[in-house]
């Protein structure tokens, strides 16, 4: 077989498209009339039907095979029957009377037929069948109402349902459901025409049609019902495809045939219907009319989160009262009378902290529960997140933001706490900013600890319920457009910094106290005022950005009149040019060559170039690393233990110099010279 890679696809387009290959020739009329004839034989079609269906399939032996095993399809009260092939797309007719056509429809009782364009014929009737003979009958008033009726349909569809798209570069890929429809003229001006037509996937070979066009979809069948002009057709793009197809020709190659289950024969049941007719719609109903509607992600979640602490409470992993506070179904009235927490910011650390447990019991219950309700079968840390934020923003409903909204922000909240496990506590805010500073005085530069992880969860929940940190962040008079952080991500930020913390925990201590805004904070932790000075400067999700920017990336202060300013300012800018040199260096990657492999791996760059570069880029990164080890050093105890260990220094080397001197590293005495 002769299959080529379509190369008109362009770097834009998402969906990649497959390749062309040389299309089949037109069955023999012999092989589709003995493929005819066994329907007939099998099945009880009419002749007209046997040929309708025979002379659609693109290989009648398949057709012969498929009708040796034919598929049931069960319906109330009754069972198809249908066999599976490939199907010419030219010989496949939409349903004329789609039901996506919806209020489009101008029925007689409401418009006089021929008003206006949308009226200008009454809308088609139901299909009828005779008994269980399996094939349906439509009356039309002639071939011009036919033809209306389609392109209703298809400017319907094509509006609600546009597969275009995806059909253009993949095809049909999956099958439509298709039954022989004879279509009676009532004018006797034209004689009927049996088409094969879609019970389902009408949106699809809509598409497909409009791809191929050919104009109307009724056009295109009358047209391909003769074999001359589908043979031209074939022959035509089998050599477009040989001398290469052009877009619209590869386009074509993919759409000409697709996959189609046939219905072909129908066994009622005691007391079911005695139509075919009947039948098929009731199939029909089964994909569309009584389809279930999905509860959407929120109510999805919750229902599998409530579960998850069900079976937790079943196996003695949460008592009954703590079950009901963690799914929120306690007030706050009830929780202090049960000794619980009311801040739904330790709330919200509890929970958070629950179903991103490394505790294996833990993991079996929420594996155990969504198995019961969903085919999910891998619970990620981030599904397991999304579980326990689906109860955290229960507390949200009564404070006036959107619970959705805030739903979805805070799915992204959580990212250290996330990925290390930390045991929350109910202590004080104070307590645990305390430890958390200790943690950082301890190790700067190092992972945070319990009190840290716990800060961030607890964190999290009123920086994001108050919309003072967003997710989704437009480019539009935003200062930080290029910052695409996740909320948790931020907050990770904040936790390597003094001023980070305490930024953190004012905004849970602010929060608590019932304050609709929350406030900045200086370096010490005490409330920041506005540049006049006039009121507290409250935050918001563009000056936590600004103030703890993504690593590598210092933002620019709004002037440089002190010397730490234009420390700021410099380190901005020279955070844009190392993000200059990645897009350098990620440019000439981009570089390929003809057989697709990076054409800089091949022939290399010149070497003097390189050694300067090179010369430049290493004494950068001494500079760098020392100024780190200067910046990590001058933070690694914090502004009170560095005083308190500068106090002690400075006493023991006023008692005696050489003794004290002696006990110092390299990286003391440098600190204790600058105090002293």
Known sequence: MNIIADETITLHDHVPPRPVSKLPELAPIGARRKAAEKLVDSFGLEPAAAACIANSVVDPAELRRSIETPTELAITGGILLAVRARVWTRRTLPDIRNPRIGD??????????????????????????????????LEVESAEHMTWASALAARAVLDANDWRYSIRNQGVLTEVWLVANRYVHSDGGSPDLWAMTTAEGSSRTTAAHDILGDGNSVDLVVTAESDTAMRGRIKDLNTALEQGPTVKQSEALRCETMPALILVGYQPLPGGPDRFSSAVKSLVALRHVDAPKEWGEGPELESLADEALTVMEDRLILTPQRRRWLAGAISRTQAKAAHLPTDPAIRAAEIIALFSSDDQAVRDAIRDAVTRQSTRKRITKNFRVKLAVALIVRSVAGEGASPDRVRRYMQHGFVSVRDNHFRPTHREADAVLADALDEFDDDPAGDPGQARLELAARAAYPLISTLSLWADRGTNNNPNADDRRRPGEVIDTMLSSRLGIHQLHRAIVDHNSGRSTLRAVNEDGSIRLTEDRAQDQSINDVYLRSTFPKAGSPSRPASTDTPDDSLRDAAAILGAAVRGLEEAMAAIRLVKAADGADHVETVGVDRNHVREWKSTLDASASDLEFWGRIWERRNRNGARSTARRQDSWVAEYLDNPDEAVETWDDEDADTIKASL
Do not use: Q
């Open 104 to 137: 489009a429809r101008r029925h007689p009782v409401a418009v006089e037929p021929g008003t206006d364009e949308e009226s200008r014929f009454a809308p088609v009737g139901d299909p009828t069948s005779n008994g269980t003979t399996p094939h349906l009958e």
